[in-house]
């Protein structure tokens, strides 16, 4: 306990201080009266947190204007043939160019050989967007199951009370009750603080791979444009006999 206190101390010193010290003060003390079963609480708040920002920060940087960027791949195999497209594909970062590079690189064997890249490495990018949401939905669930264990205990401590003292007062049981209230508030808080960026995350991924399939199908169809001589951003070539005969 006096461990536990020392702790307390140090993270009271480490916290902001709210003008006037109200809520932050009184934030602690909650935290303090629910005794041990709060720190893991609060630990996996901390690495719920930790995982959160660094996979909003990574799917923010992968995230990207998909169009524009394919009608420069587009232009590119336009202008200069696959090597161009190869080249602003390397220069882009993100799992759209990733995809893109993984496909043009194997456009000499045809298109089943690019539509099979195009799929094998999307399911590897989606892989690496989904990093570290399983340890999150993780810490969602554990986060109230650990108050409630709390709420046990603090139950059990309220009837040990009542057999030592073999009297039934409100006063007796209110500490007990109390760290059973005061962990499970805290646990539910967490797994919705935390729910909060997870479901973020996961529309997000869902966004950037929906974006990722459907560029992907374009630049096939470019492909498929490109070896039939046609124009590859769409704009259709008028043949020379119908330009003779107008």
Known sequence: MVILDKLTAHLLLLLPQASGGGAINVLVERFNEGGPWMWPVLICLIIGLAISFERIISLNLADINTQAFLQRVKQALEDGGIPAAENVCAKKRGPVASVFQAGLL???????????????????????????????????????????????IGMIQAFDAIESAGDISPRLVAGGIKVALLTT?????????????????????????????????????????????????????????VGENE
Do not use: H
């Open 106 to 152: 194997r456009a000499d064997e045809g298109v089943d050989a690019v539509e099979e890249a195009v799929v094998s490495y999307g399911s590897i990018e989606m892989s690496f967007l989904e990093r570290g949401l399983v340890w999150l939905s993780l810490f969602i669930s554990v986060a109230p199951m650990l108050g409630f264990l709390g709420t046990v």
């Open 185 to 241: 508030a805290f646990g539910l808080i967490v797994a919705v603080i935390l729910q909060f960026f997870y479901n973020y995350a996961v529309s997000k991924i869902d966004r950037i791979v929906a974006e990722m399939e459907d560029a992907s199908i374009e630049l096939v169809d470019a492909l498929v444009a490109l070896e039939r001589g046609e124009s590859v951003t769409g704009e259709k070539a008028i043949p020379e006999s």
